[in-house]
């Protein structure tokens, strides 16, 4: 059974930081682009970050480039969101998503292919 599960979210003080974890389980993450999305009260989704397993290759949007970073785990199967100087704008519910494409900004950017989506998990950020 294929199953994408994030963790790492929580409560943060505006300044501070949370690291995301996305564990894929029945496929690995080979060959895929990986991608975090999230999705604020009223809002629509959009997409945070996106990597490619191809050749590593990233996508921020504007809004958190300079404070998140994505990374690939070394067991090929998780990949993380490291989140700092985190603003009360970007608490929202995250998603993990995997899309079979071979370039990141149709999946990020246009929310385009996106082939199995985690059940999310929920950053806030408040002081």
């Known amino acids: 059974q294929v199953q994408l599960v994030e963790s790492g979210g929580g409560l943060a003080q505006p300044g501070g930081s949370l690291r995301l974890s996305c564990e894929a389980s029945?496929?690995?993450?080979?060959?895929?682009?990986i991608g975090w999305f999230r999705q604020a009260p009223g809002k629509e989704r959009e997409g945070v970050s996106c990597i490619s397993s191809h050749d590593d290759s990233a996508y921020y949007r504007d809004s958190v480039k300079g404070r998140f970073t994505i990374s690939r785990g070394n067991a090929k199967n998780t990949v993380y969101l490291q989140m700092d100087s985190l603003k009360a704008e970007d608490t929202a519910v995250y998603y993990c998503?995997?899309?079979?494409?071979?370039?990141?900004?149709?999946?990020?950017?246009?929310?385009?292919?996106?082939?199995?989506w985690g059940k999310g998990t929920l950053v806030t950020v408040s002081s």
């Open positions: 998503a995997v899309g079979s494409g071979t370039a990141v900004t149709p999946m990020c950017h246009y929310d385009y292919g996106v082939d199995y």
């Open positions: 029945g496929f690995t993450l080979d060959g895929y682009i």
